[in-house]
């Protein structure tokens, strides 16, 4: 039997803009800056908009994490139909510590630890930039090796911001003056 699955959308107004969240009624399927790189690219056509409790509980999350502390707790999280190798960098992210950051290189590194396959930070690179529910899965606390600030999908100037909402030590982190993600 094929089980047609529903998708909700629900709305959230941040100090950063607005976001967009989505669910497939039982997890967390996308939340993204409105506006941002990869906006909904993975929400199906067809959405209801509607408060329902997984979106309610995200929402709760964010109400946390906007008021500068450490959530406690996550709702659950769709990883599906991405491939092993993003859900692992994913998952990766997940791992990074409330206020601190890792870098495209170091995760690059650990999953050529893990698998003896050689990985580029530029692979790396593309998997955090597509991750498709940003803030809880954190890809704002990757930055460059170098410490140069590149490639979030909702923009550097965010990226800054949820790092010093974090008390992230952001002193020695730059914005480049030229390159590809900017």
């Not at 709305?11 to 909904?40: E, N």
């Not at 067809?46 to 309610?56: F, N, Q, S, T």
């Not at 992230?168 to 730059?174: D, V």
Request: charged fraction near 25%.
């Amino acid at each position: 039997v094929n089980r047609v699955v529903m998708y909700y959308v629900s709305r959230y107004s941040s100090p950063l803009g607005g976001i967009t969240m989505a669910s497939d009624g039982a997890s967390v399927t996308g939340l993204w800056f409105d506006g941002q790189k990869y906006f909904a690219d993975s929400l199906p056509e067809e959405y209801v908009e509607k408060d329902i409790p997984v979106l309610r509980q995200a929402e709760k999350w964010l109400d946390v994490y906007f008021s500068g502390k450490k959530p406690d707790f996550t709702p659950p999280l769709s990883m599906a139909g991405i491939s092993a190798f993003r859900r692992r960098v994913w998952e990766i992210m997940l791992e990074i510590p409330y206020g601190q950051t890792s870098s495209y290189g170091a995760i690059a590194k650990r999953i050529e630890r893990e698998t003896g396959k050689r990985v580029s930070a530029q692979a790396v690179g593309g998997a955090v930039g597509h991750n498709r529910i940003s803030l809880m899965i954190p890809c704002h606390r990757v930055v460059g090796t170098d410490g140069s600030v590149t490639g979030y999908a909702g923009g550097v100037d965010k990226k800054f911001a949820l790092l010093r909402l974090e008390g992230a030590h952001t002193e020695t982190l730059f914005r480049p003056k030229k390159g590809t993600a900017l």
